[in-house]
């Protein structure tokens, strides 16, 4: 397999592949915006960071980390200094992950069962990162020959055994990542928490400022130095990534409109095509097919 160096490369050539990439991504390769996309994502920390912002919490980073984002959920990366970080990034198309799944092992466990206190991140130890990379060069090292294809995919399933595995064994410990004392202001948390909660009001800076009895310069100020992205942006993606899993689940586009906070059908359209590529009707044709 090709080890790309490009994120968003990697991306394309899963989703016109429709099975999986892996991208080895340094320095050269800058940090996406706060974005969604409709592939599966593990991302492994080989560098660390600041802070992972994965749907609804922020997540600090450490060497060894994994995380876990699916289709729908909008994830935006804080480097530490001015240089991104080095990590390895597996994009995933959903639908091969049912199609490698059997009846007594479903591998997509990991991406479409998340429980209300589900940790998008794994802490390994250092066995555990090094199970993971050999998996990953297994993967990359198999070449172009008469059976690689096939050592490939065994390689990978045995890596998705041993994440879902982990994520098993491992997440009754793992910590309530909402739960955490913070490292940045208090306030980022708690506005995280309220956009989250009060998606279909009007998030108006003006309003969320004056919900928690601050300034506007100084909630955007705070809110940007913590996840590296704009409160606007922040609100959204979200709201985006709502949109795409309630049309894919079959609701109306007017109701996602509606539920997802757009004041209005036109903002919504143009937000969606912008982030998702297609419209939101067509969105809904291609995902409930």
């Known amino acids: 397999?090709?080890?790309?160096?490009?994120?968003?490369?990697?991306?394309?050539?899963?989703?016109?592949?429709?099975?999986?990439?892996?991208?080895?991504?340094?320095?050269?390769?800058?940090?996406?915006?706060?974005?969604?996309?409709?592939?599966?994502?593990?991302?492994?920390?080989?560098s660390g960071g600041k802070q992972f912002l994965i749907g609804g919490r922020l997540y600090?980073?450490?060497?060894?980390?994994?995380?876990?984002?699916?289709?729908?959920?909008?994830?935006?990366?804080t480097p530490v200094g001015k240089e991104p970080p080095e990590r390895i990034v597996l994009s995933i198309y959903p639908e091969y992950m049912k199609q490698i799944s059997s009846e007594k092992t479903n591998l997509d466990e990991l991406f479409s069962q998340h429980p209300q206190d589900f940790s998008h991140r794994l802490s390994l130890t250092l066995e555990q990162q090094n199970r993971v990379l050999y998996f990953i060069n297994k993967i990359l090292s198999a070449g172009n020959g008469f059976g690689s294809d096939r050592i490939e995919e065994s390689a990978f399933v045995e890596l998705m055994v041993l994440l879902n595995r982990l994520y098993r064994t491992c997440g009754e410990t793992l910590e309530h990542e909402g739960e955490e004392q913070p490292h940045y202001n208090p306030y980022v948390s708690k506005t995280i928490a309220y956009i989250n909660e009060h998606i279909q009001d009007d998030l108006s800076i003006e309003n969320l400022a004056a919900y928690f009895h601050l300034s506007e310069s100084?909630?955007?100020?705070?809110?940007?130095?913590?996840?590296?992205?704009?409160?606007?942006?922040?609100?959204?993606?979200?709201?985006?990534?709502?949109?795409?899993?309630?049309?894919?689940?079959?609701?109306?586009?007017?109701?996602?409109?509606?539920?997802?906070?757009?004041?209005?059908?036109?903002?919504?359209?143009?937000?969606?095509?912008?982030?998702?590529?297609?419209?939101?009707?067509?969105?809904?044709?291609?995902?409930?097919?």
């Open 60 to 77: 600090d980073m450490a060497p060894g980390d994994i995380f876990v984002i699916n289709q729908y959920e909008s994830h935006y990366l």
């Open 218 to 289: 100084y909630i955007c100020r705070i809110f940007r130095a913590a996840t590296g992205t704009t409160i606007n942006k922040y609100v959204t993606a979200r709201r985006i990534s709502m949109a795409k899993a309630l049309l894919a689940s079959g609701t109306s586009v007017g109701q996602v409109c509606e539920e997802c906070g757009f004041r209005d059908y036109s903002n919504f359209l143009k937000a969606f095509t912008k982030t998702v590529g297609l419209s939101p009707k067509k969105y809904a044709t291609l995902s409930t097919r």
């Open 1 to 46: 397999m090709k080890e790309h160096h490009s994120c968003s490369e990697a991306i394309h050539r899963c989703i016109e592949e429709k099975t999986f990439t892996i991208a080895h991504l340094y320095r050269e390769d800058k940090l996406m915006d706060m974005h969604i996309h409709d592939c599966y994502e593990l991302y492994y920390s080989v």
